[in-house]
């Protein structure tokens, strides 16, 4: 990986193999990097930005390929004008009249597939370990908690609406245009200006009011929620269930330090939040230690300090090889 990224050019960024599989596949990886280095505001910070663009661009051009029935209509349309010319017995007249429909049936074609086709969807996806701050067209701001991802459209036709899998907190911006929808599995969570959280993990859906009004809605037949600030709503895919549950601003928004508020909290709860921010495989090898409850606060931000105060706390030995984890009991080498 190159290391004088502050003395590119913009041409020397499009050719950068690096640069390159960020704006066009965005890898946890890439993002990481490319977020931090835009985050440093380099000198060439221009240079990079007209990169950026030209090389979205390029990515978003594609072969024409129209379907068969829109060629079939223009050419319908183009033989109709043609029929509707007063007819010239000139044989000179007769080769400029095919010759202008060779030359206007592909630029039909052309516009009509600008016209027609599908708008980009943009995509934000923060790796493992990571938060992401996403600024929305509307200057809406986003926070992505770790292993999650958000697309949205650019909304030139004022319809608001993003889709989230993993976990985010919303900032909306209040807008002439009202509405401002956020899809997670099977939620739908409609705003008008207002701070939320959301986060949607295992076939379930929680959405947390900090401020604002909010209106939740799930499967079809389910009766939707309206949340007041400091309420939250739980949907289970599984159960078909939407339901308001008692929730308090310090649990559900501690992720936003990197931590985690424990209140009679579950082990196993504990175990799900180090997999969807770490990535771990987790093994316990004494399964009724995942039903003990904790009370406390847990800092996320540092594995290595999760790992040595969960083992302080839990009495157990935590035996860590790559990506997995073992619980071991507090006789046995480990952590």
Do not use: C
């Amino acid at each position: 990986m190159e290391t004088g990224y502050h003395l590119f050019t913009k041409e020397d960024f499009l050719e950068d193999a690096f640069f390159r599989e960020w704006v066009k596949h965005a890898t946890p990886a890439a993002t990481a990097f490319w977020t931090g280095f835009r985050d440093s505001a380099p000198p060439n910070m221009e240079a990079f930005e007209q990169a950026v663009v030209a090389l979205e661009a390029i990515l978003s051009l594609q072969r024409i390929a129209p379907a068969a029935e829109v060629k079939a209509i223009v050419w319908e349309r183009i033989q109709q004008q043609l029929q509707q010319q007063q007819a010239v017995p000139i044989t000179r007249n007769r080769r400029w009249y095919r010759l202008a429909a060779a030359v206007l049936l592909p630029l039909l074609i052309v516009t009509a597939w600008f016209l027609l086709r599908p708008e980009k969807m943009n995509k934000v996806v923060s790796a493992y370990g990571q938060q992401l701050r996403v600024t929305l067209p509307d200057s809406s701001v986003v926070i992505l908690n770790a292993h999650s991802e958000l697309s949205y459209y650019n909304w030139k036709d004022g319809k608001r609406e993003v889709w989230l899998q993993g976990e985010a907190l919303f900032n909306v911006s209040h807008r002439a245009i009202p509405s401002f929808t956020v899809h997670a599995g099977k939620v739908q969570v409609e705003v008008l200006g207002t701070i939320f959280n959301v986060k949607e993990r295992r076939d379930k859906v929680e959405v947390f009011l900090k401020e604002g009004k909010v209106k939740v809605s799930a499967a079809k037949g389910t009766p939707s929620l309206i949340l007041q600030p400091e309420e939250q709503a739980d949907y289970d895919a599984g159960k078909g269930l939407l339901r308001k549950a008692v929730a308090k601003k310090e649990v559900a928004l501690a992720w936003t330090e990197s931590k985690m508020q424990l209140q009679q909290t579950a082990v196993k709860d504990i175990i799900n939040t180090l997999q969807d921010t770490y990535g771990f495989t987790i093994i316990i090898e004494d399964t009724t230690v995942a039903n003990r409850t904790i009370d406390g606060v847990l800092p996320l931000n540092n594995v290595n300090n999760v790992l040595f105060e969960l083992s302080a706390i839990l009495n157990m030995k935590i035996e860590k090889n790559n990506d997995t984890l073992t619980f071991k009991s507090a006789g046995q080498r480990g952590f």
